[in-house]
T-cell receptor, first 114, second 116 residues
Framework: DADVTQTPRNRITKTGKRIMLECSQT?????MYWYRQDPGLGLRLIYY???????NKGEISDGYSVSRQAQAKFSLSLESAIPNQTALYFC?????????????FGEGSRLTVL | AQKITQTQPGMFVQEKEAVTLDCTYD???????LFWYKQPSSGEMIFLIY??????QNATEGRYSLNFQKARKSANLVISASQLGDSAMYFC?????????????FGTGTSLTVIP
């Protein structure tokens, strides 16, 4: 089983619908992140959380909200989806006390907003 | 200014040859980390290699090495003896500041195609 699990893996929805992407991890990491990937733009940070009580906006947080329900769970919500939110979304985790601090990614959630 | 710049949208390499993927970065923080990730067509992001700003030697991981030129602020990835399975998108990333708390910045990626 994957250490960082995202659900759903694929979702097609309509403009104006509420969507939640969920992420759970078994790595025991304190830090969790949501990124979106668009062709030619790389990965851009939406929100990040360093622990359950700590939530921070990334560079493109408008139109999104998050919830850190537990150390292992971090969900991303689109309250009213719009077509330009069509993208590949990644959840990632990281550990604060580590020599390298690399991020570990889930397999991605592909969202299409019609 | 872009934190991470990858100027090669696409690269081709012959199987068994070596290839260098370019990455330059911008930071005024003396403490930072540089990373390379591989994204195959299946979509997952795979961590390849890490270089710390204070590391004296270039990082190596199997066929991957990171050519770290601090004065030029470059962190190029070298893949030796390319294999067909190396065909993928490659992203350079930087963690600015010490590892306890900081954002990661990603480049726009380089698409590598290995030709048989």
């Amino acid at each position: 089983d994957a250490d960082v699990t995202q659900t759903p893996r694929n979702r097609i929805t309509k403009t104006g619908k509420r969507i939640m992407l969920e992420c759970s991890q078994t790595k025991g990491h304190d830090r969790m992140y949501w990124y979106r990937q668009d062709p030619g733009l790389g990965l851009r940070l939406i929100y990040y959380s360093f622990d359950v009580k700590d939530i921070n906006k990334g560079e493109i947080s408008d139109g999104y909200s998050v919830s850190r329900q537990a150390q292992a769970k971090f969900s991303l919500s689109l309250e009213s989806a719009i077509p330009n939110q069509t993208a590949l979304y990644f959840c990632a985790t990281g550990r604060g006390r580590t020599n390298t601090g690399e991020l570990f990614f889930g397999e991605g959630s592909r969202l299409t907003v019609l | 200014a872009q934190k991470i710049t990858q100027t090669q949208p696409g690269m081709f390499v012959q199987e068994k040859e070596a290839v260098t993927l370019d990455c330059t970065y911008d930071t005024s923080d003396p403490s930072y980390g540089l990373f390379w990730y591989k994204q195959p067509s299946s979509g997952e992001m795979i961590f390849l290699i890490y270089q710390g700003s204070y590391d004296q030697q270039n990082a190596t991981e199997g066929r991957y090495s990171l050519n770290f030129q601090k004065a030029r602020k470059s962190a190029n990835l070298v893949i030796s003896a390319s294999q067909l399975g190396d065909s993928a998108m490659y992203f350079c990333a930087m963690r600015e500041g010490p590892n306890l708390g900081n954002q990661f910045y990603f480049g726009t990626g380089t698409s590598l195609t290995v030709i048989p």
